[in-house]
């Protein structure tokens, strides 16, 4: 079996990224974090996660990350399937924050997108059905 542990962000604000995860987690907690150096430059890390999968994130990061509706290479975006797409929905607008896309035209399963503080957009799933065939339906 394979499966994903972790994600390394590079970050500019930590606090302002770990309120964003935290909203997103809130049952995540803070499993380790340190100074480091990076080929000749100082920062700050932490692994916000739970036992078995989590998020390094890194401050110091400088400029800006790549333009969403744009074609440049760079990661476009990632998931997470979440069991309770309504309440994660609220809490990130409790936070004052909203989507930048939903879809939910589908009886198998609902999505909505998020821009973390530095412009990662992070797609949350919610899978209506367990069944992987109906799961995996496109359209053309």
């Not at 500019?12 to 380790?32: C, N, V």
């Amino acid at each position: 079996m394979i499966h994903l542990e972790h994600l390394n962000l590079v970050v500019k604000d930590m606090q302002a990224t770990l309120k964003f995860y935290q909203a997103a987690f809130p049952h995540w907690k803070i499993r380790g974090g340190g100074k480091s150096n990076w080929y000749g430059h100082p920062r700050n890390w932490l692994h916000f996660g739970d036992d078995y999968n989590y998020l390094s994130l890194n401050d110091s990061g400088t400029g800006e990350n790549r333009k969403l509706q744009e074609y440049q290479i760079g990661l476009a975006h990632f998931a997470f399937v979440v069991s309770d797409i309504n309440g994660l929905i609220k809490r990130f607008k409790a936070i004052g924050l909203e989507p930048s896309v939903s879809y939910d035209g589908d009886e198998n399963r609902g999505s909505v997108y998020f821009v973390d503080p530095n412009g990662y957009e992070i797609e949350f799933v919610h899978y209506y059905v367990d069944e992987p065939a109906k799961r995996n339906i496109y359209a053309d």
